[in-house]
């Protein structure tokens, strides 16, 4: 799909973020680690043709959900849990669920990699970069109006993904704006300090 | 030459790292930061596959996932100070009410 270059210098640094992620003690060590990963994973959106996302990733997860966790590291008092253990008592027995997890799971992909057609070349990457429109023409001819059907191809990541949310998919476009909006409703609601003196 | 399989290959590594980070941590705010690696890893997984079948519906549905990490972050990081101001500690192990 690229140069395998890229694919294993960035899949490198998502993987090496997860892991830091998972092993720092300090959550705000734990947090650059993430934006580490994060930044990563956008770069692999860029090697699968998907720029509109990977420009989505940075300016959600980087920007918005970044800073919403470097806060609320700032709100919560960290120093005080610094002596103790930062892992569960069971996390040897979740360790072994976790490696029988790989192990199933990634036994799985090594196995059907070997059997279907997933090492197949891929589609043309064109076909993410363009869609078909139709569209009304209006023109006016010898002083009437004639409205003629046209169908057009609009070239561009970011046009494709425009035009799937606002007319294929433009239901669950709204939805998800109200899912939005009862997350920030929610979320004020659960952060107001005022909320301990109600029960 | 670097396939579909390869991708869902790092995608699942990804995921399982987000498993154990659930699964092992006490701190809450590291389960919800290992939570948004797992959704991570989703978003992997469906690109790669758009990617592989020249469909763009895996992109549109990514932009929906993405929607949700992001409501999900801040519900997660509200309940989390809720739970400082009740408890005084953001450790998993300290709530424990319904351990009976």
């Given at each position: 799909m690229t140069a395998p270059f890229f694919f294993w210098f960035f899949a490198a640094i998502v993987v090496f973020g997860a892991v830091g992620v998972v092993a720092m003690r300090q959550p705000v060590h734990s947090a650059l680690f993430l934006l580490l990963s994060f930044f990563g994973v956008a770069a692999l959106f860029i090697t699968l043709n998907a720029e509109f996302l990977a420009a989505v990733q940075v300016l959600v997860?980087?920007?918005g959900i970044m800073v919403l966790f470097l806060f609320t590291i700032m709100l919560v008092n960290i120093r005080r849990t610094a002596?103790?253990?930062?892992?569960?008592?069971q996390a040897g027995a979740a360790l072994l669920v976790a490696f029988f997890l790989l192990a199933v799971v990634g036994g799985t992909i090594v196995a059907s990699s070997r059997t279907?057609?997933?090492?197949d070349a891929p589609a043309d990457p064109a076909k993410l970069s363009t869609t078909t429109i139709s569209r009304m023409m209006t023109e006016t001819v010898d002083g009437k109006t004639v409205k003629t059907p046209v169908t057009e191809q609009v070239a561009g990541n970011s046009q494709a993904v425009a035009w799937g949310l606002y007319r294929d998919y433009l239901l669950p476009f709204e939805v998800a704006s109200v899912f939005l909006l009862v997350a920030m409703i929610g979320a004020v609601v659960l952060g107001k300090r005022t909320m301990e003196h109600v029960d | 030459m670097i396939g579909v399989t390869h991708y869902v290959a790092l995608s699942f590594l990804l995921f399982a790292i987000g498993v154990t980070g659930v699964l092992i941590r006490r701190n809450l705010l590291t389960v919800l930061m290992s939570i948004e690696l797992i959704l991570n890893a989703a978003n992997l997984n469906l690109i790669a596959f758009s990617r592989q079948l020249g469909d763009l519906n895996g992109q549109l549905f990514a932009v929906f996932v993405i929607t949700l990490a992001a409501g999900e972050a801040a519900i997660g990081l509200a309940i989390i100070i809720s739970m400082y101001r009740l408890k005084g500690s953001v450790n998993l192990d300290d709530a424990s009410e319904l351990k009976g």
């Open positions: 997860y980087a920007g002596g103790q253990p930062y892992v569960h008592r279907s057609g997933l090492a | -």
